[in-house]
């Protein structure tokens, strides 16, 4: 299969065919001084989608790549070496262009427990699962795959639109985003039903199991302890495919990028019990119907049409030292156009600004202990942000 097709599966399964092209970009003035610079040259890695940083006191960085494997690096941009951290290539599906290892999270407390989470799709059925596993007690650059515990699977009923982004909150709870089922236009409703975990992010609380689960229900999850049959894990839906969402830790906010069908890439600021439109709504207009009811419904901070790029990749809010102009601005890119935006947030309002046209096909971002800010690309390569006036 040419690589080509590859990135027309992968935009967001839109089933609208494969363009790329520029179109006109809405987005204020980038700032001329920021680039993207290859953060470890010496290093290539397939199909990477995640990076992470356990809080342990090392200065280590964990890549994930799409087939099944996790990469311990030491964050020095001259190194060329590389440790295989946890091969389970055999128990991950990645034949869809969205399936495979997708996510990676460690424990708040995994400097003394040791325990880390990953999310990926399986076969036999075709589910998504999410697992813990834990490093090898003897070698802390090695995790042990026969300690797999899975905490919760559930069906998939296409091969795309996954999600696949996990993180723990400040609150200590593991946040997981679910796509809605896929094939194109969520012809099964999963958008818009509470009984479904599809198309949702999802709240679990996996230190204190309970029901007879490998994880408990936070108390305050919207849903819980309902008598209307609704899942309670969720924590927010109406969401299609949300492809990386990340904390801000200095606000408490939850950015997230959904990815569009026909149309529109949005930003979403996702709170408890938010229903974020889909199937309803794409980005800020109707989908289907040329009306329609937006009662109760949280619409995008920031949204581009498909002129712009045709796969929006959520990313951080910027918090470290190296890039100061960028401080405080949600950085995300599209991973069809290559266009890296950095967008200010103020009053309930969104401005993006265009910071790079890189040429990239960024599938991720992920942050180092000191809120440094990279993007992993399909080229292989991490990338880091940087001044050209440096």
Known sequence: MTKKILLCLWSLSLLTGCSSESGTD??????????????????????PLDLAWPDDGTNRLFIVEQPGRI??????????????????????????????????????????????YVNYTATNPDRTVISRFTVEPTDPNAADPASEHE?????QPYSNHNGGCLKFGPDGYLYIGVGDGGS??????????????????????????????????????????????????????????????????????????????????????IVSG???????????????????????????????????????????????????????MYIYADFLSGRVWGLTYNQGAGS?????NSGLSIASFGIDRSNELYALAFDGKIYRFDSVSK
């Open 352 to 356: 993006p600004s265009l910071l790079v």
């Open 184 to 269: 194109a236009g969520d012809p099964q409703g999963n958008g818009q039903d509470r009984t479904s975990l599809l198309g949702t992010i999802l709240r679990i609380d996996i230190d204190n199991p309970a029901g007879g689960n490998a994880y408990g229900i936070p108390a305050d999850n919207p849903f819980a302890g309902n008598s209307d049959g609704y899942a309670e894990e969720i924590y927010a839906w109406g969401l299609r495919n949300p492809w990386r969402f990340s904390f801000d830790p200095p606000t408490g906010r939850l950015w997230a990028a959904d990815v569009g069908q026909n149309r529109i890439e949005e930003v979403d600021l």
């Open 151 to 155: 905490i919760l699977s559930f069906r």
């Open 71 to 116: 990469w311990m690096i030491e964050n020095d941009s001259t190194t060329s070496d590389r440790t295989l951290f946890l091969d389970i290539t055999a128990r991950v599906e990645d034949e869809g262009w969205e399936e495979g290892l997708l996510g990676l999270a460690f424990h708040p407390e995994y400097a003394t427990n040791g325990y880390f």
């Open 274 to 328: 938010g229903n974020y439109g889909w199937d309803i709504m794409e980005g800020s207009e109707c989908y289907e119907a040329m009306t329609c009811d937006t009662a109760g419904l949280i619409l995008p901070v920031a949204e581009y049409q498909h002129s712009q790029g045709k796969s929006i990749t959520g990313g951080f809010v910027y918090r470290g030292s190296l890039v100061p102009e960028l401080t405080g």
């Open 26 to 47: 809405n987005s204020t003035t980038a700032p001329s001084d920021i680039r993207m610079v290859a953060a470890f040259p010496n290093l290539t890695f397939e199909q």
